[in-house]
């Protein structure tokens, strides 16, 4: 059984309700253009409101985080992943969280208790230390040496404001050398693995902490990563998860792994969360707006460095590889069922788009490239309208020479260029919460604080159906 039905079926067994992965692309609320983290979809039941299926949750939770897309290409980074998560809202707090998690580490993944440390709240001049957790985890067996107190690294908020609080952070030493006596969380052999956090606080818009209705459970663990480390191997790419993925692009390289390993990489990782953003049912297509704009940026550069492999971009390789991250995924996601056929055709129709004009683009850019000089706004721009580079693939390409661009002219020209669509601000185009704005973040927030506070004052029924946030105005639209 894989990490993902183990997980969930422990929780079941602990009086936990499996709920339904949220859509990607998150409903009602167009202030953030994707879901990035397993609790999102539940603020507003940690900020109070009732759940439907009670106070025990499990899932996991589809997420797509953009704001790091040129990390992708080492061995860590995804704009796709899985989030494990438990909760509870107002029922369980730190006994038996950490205990559960404890047995399901010990008892289910079998994880030696040896190879585990922790991190805890240190307590600060508002918060005192978490010594419930502390003595907890002493009580299990976890020595002194290996349960290091932080403060920073141990309150957990998602942004500016909102639900938050003291977490304990579990780590599992991947090396294979005999485990340190004690704990030094910046040996990078010690990774962490899940995060349990304890939500009964919330900071308001002033920066002042008060606390919630309900004490709550928020946990979180990657699966990509907690997959590769259980597997034993450094690169989250060399897991069963991706093995097949990256088997098939070998093939159809004709090249290995090793020595093209970015490239793979890049083509696995932009193809997964491509099939993902358009099998969404929200229907999205690539464009140059939104969510649109970041899933035309995903296949183009898959292309790109299919093109780099010498993958023929005119087959159908994108099909083939698509086919294979369906198949994998389609009895855990209906949509990848019910959309199966729209995915293709998106892939297929915005590649056969891109090639049209790739290799004259390509030309256009050696020719501009061959004076070695950095590329300015304009030049990004005419690569841009002219033959559909994404800015990002344009700084990608020229830093490959040890050329820069002006990356900063062309956000102005780009937002100059979209000054009709109004939500394309540059902020949200890096995607999800971390990625916005300030005060954009803060008004998001506070849409999940009024929702809350509207279901608990007025009625239970009471529906977003829309927002629409700018640094100056925040407008919900509310039906009960
Ligand atoms: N919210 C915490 C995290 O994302 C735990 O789920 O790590």
Same mark, same amino acid.
């Given at each position: 059984?894989?990490?993902?039905?183990?997980?969930?079926?422990?929780?079941?067994?602990?009086? $936990?309700?499996?709920?339904?992965?949220?859509?990607?692309?998150?409903?009602?609320?167009?202030?953030?253009?994707?879901?990035?983290?397993?609790?999102?979809?539940?603020?507003?039941?940690?900020?109070?409101? $009732?759940?439907? =299926? *009670?106070?025990?949750?499990?899932?996991?939770?589809?997420?797509?985080?953009?704001?790091?897309?040129?990390?992708?290409?080492?061995?860590?980074? $995804?704009?796709?992943?899985?989030?494990? &998560?438990?909760?509870?809202?107002?029922?369980?707090?730190?006994?038996?969280?950490?205990?559960?998690?404890?047995?399901?580490?010990?008892?289910?993944?079998?994880?030696?208790?040896?190879?585990?440390?922790?991190?805890?709240?240190?307590?600060?001049?508002?918060?005192? !230390?978490?010594?419930?957790?502390?003595?907890?985890?002493?009580?299990?067996?976890?020595?002194?040496?290996?349960?290091?107190?932080?403060?920073?690294?141990?309150?957990?908020?998602?942004?500016? !404001? *909102?639900?938050? &609080?003291?977490?304990?952070?579990?780590? =599992?030493?991947?090396?294979?050398?005999?485990?340190?006596?004690?704990?030094?969380?910046?040996?990078?052999?010690?990774? #962490?693995?899940?995060?349990?956090?304890?939500?009964?606080?919330?900071?308001?818009?002033?920066?002042?902490?008060?606390e919630l209705p309900n004490k709550n459970v928020d946990t979180g663990m990657g699966v990509e990563r907690t997959t590769a480390i259980l597997e034993g191997v450094n690169d989250n790419y060399a897991s069963s998860i991706w093995k097949d993925i990256i088997e098939l692009i070998s093939e159809l390289s004709g090249l290995p792994y090793e020595g093209n390993e970015k490239s793979m990489r890049i083509i696995a990782d932009h193809l997964r969360t491509a099939v993902f953003i358009?099998?969404? =049912?929200? *229907?999205?297509?690539?464009?140059?707006?939104?969510?649109? =704009?970041?899933?035309?940026?995903?296949?183009?550069?898959?292309?790109?460095?299919?093109?780099?492999?010498?993958?023929?971009?005119?087959?159908?390789?994108?099909?083939?590889?698509?086919?294979?991250?369906?198949?994998?995924?389609?009895?855990?996601?209906?949509?990848?069922?019910?959309?199966? #056929?729209?995915?293709?055709?998106?892939?297929?129709?915005?590649?056969?788009?891109?090639?049209?004009?790739? #290799?004259?683009?390509?030309?256009?850019?050696?020719?501009?490239?061959?004076?070695?000089?950095?590329?300015?706004?304009?030049?990004?721009?005419?690569?841009?309208?002219?033959?559909?580079?994404?800015?990002?693939?344009?700084?990608?390409?020229?830093?490959?020479?040890?050329?820069?661009?002006?990356?900063? *002219?062309?956000?102005?020209?780009?937002?100059?260029?979209?000054?009709?669509?109004?939500?394309?601000?540059?902020?949200?185009?890096?995607?999800?919460?971390?990625?916005?704005?300030?005060?954009?973040?803060?008004?998001?927030?506070?849409?999940?604080?009024?929702?809350?506070?509207?279901?608990?004052?007025?009625?239970?029924?009471?529906?977003?159906? &829309?927002?629409?946030?700018?640094? #100056?105005?925040?407008?919900?639209?509310?039906?009960?």
């Open positions: 059984m894989n990490l993902k039905d183990l997980y969930i079926n422990f929780f079941i067994s602990k009086g $936990h309700k499996q709920i339904p992965s949220a859509p990607v692309v998150p409903e009602n609320d167009p202030s953030v253009l994707f879901n990035t983290a397993g609790m999102q979809p539940l603020v507003p039941y940690l900020m109070g409101a $009732h759940h439907p =299926y *009670g106070k025990r949750l499990c899932d996991y939770q589809k997420c797509v985080r953009t704001n790091d897309l040129d990390s992708v290409g080492d061995t860590t980074h $995804h704009t796709f992943f899985e989030m494990l &998560g438990n909760w509870s809202l107002g029922d369980y707090f730190k006994d038996e969280s950490i205990s559960w998690s404890f047995e399901f580490l010990t008892e289910v993944l079998n994880i030696p208790k040896n190879k585990l440390a922790v991190t805890v709240f240190k307590g600060n001049d508002k918060i005192p !230390m978490d010594e419930v957790s502390y003595n907890k985890w002493l009580s299990l067996g976890i020595p002194k040496e290996r349960i290091v107190l932080t403060e920073e690294d141990n309150f957990w908020i998602a942004g500016e !404001m *909102g639900p938050c &609080g003291p977490d304990t952070e579990i780590f =599992y030493y991947r090396s294979d050398k005999e485990v340190p006596t004690v704990f030094d969380e910046s040996d990078e052999n010690w990774v #962490e693995i899940w995060n349990n956090v304890f939500m009964e606080f919330v900071k308001n818009p002033d920066g002042s902490i008060s358009s099998a969404d =049912y929200a *229907g999205i297509k690539p464009s140059n707006t939104d969510q649109g =704009y970041i899933l035309r940026r995903l296949i183009r550069r898959a292309i790109r460095h299919a093109k780099k492999l010498n993958i023929d971009i005119n087959s159908d390789f994108e099909s083939l590889i698509a086919k294979k991250i369906l198949d994998q995924y389609q009895d855990y996601y209906q949509e990848l069922k019910d959309n199966y #056929e729209v995915v293709l055709e998106v892939l297929r129709n915005e590649k056969i788009k891109f090639n049209r004009t790739l #290799e004259k683009g390509l030309k256009e850019f050696n020719k501009i490239t061959s004076k070695k000089e950095d590329i300015d706004a304009i030049t990004a721009f005419h690569l841009y309208d002219t033959y559909g580079f994404p800015i990002e693939l344009t700084v990608e390409m020229a830093s490959e020479l040890g050329l820069k661009v002006d990356e900063k *002219g062309f956000e102005e020209k780009f937002r100059e260029h979209q000054e009709l669509s109004r939500s394309a601000s540059a902020g949200k185009f890096k995607g999800g919460l971390a990625g916005n704005g300030e005060i954009e973040t803060r008004y998001h927030t506070a849409t999940h604080l009024l929702n809350a506070a509207l279901k608990e004052v007025v009625s239970k029924d009471v529906h977003q159906k &829309g927002s629409n946030i700018t640094a #100056e105005s925040l407008l919900i639209n509310i039906q009960i």
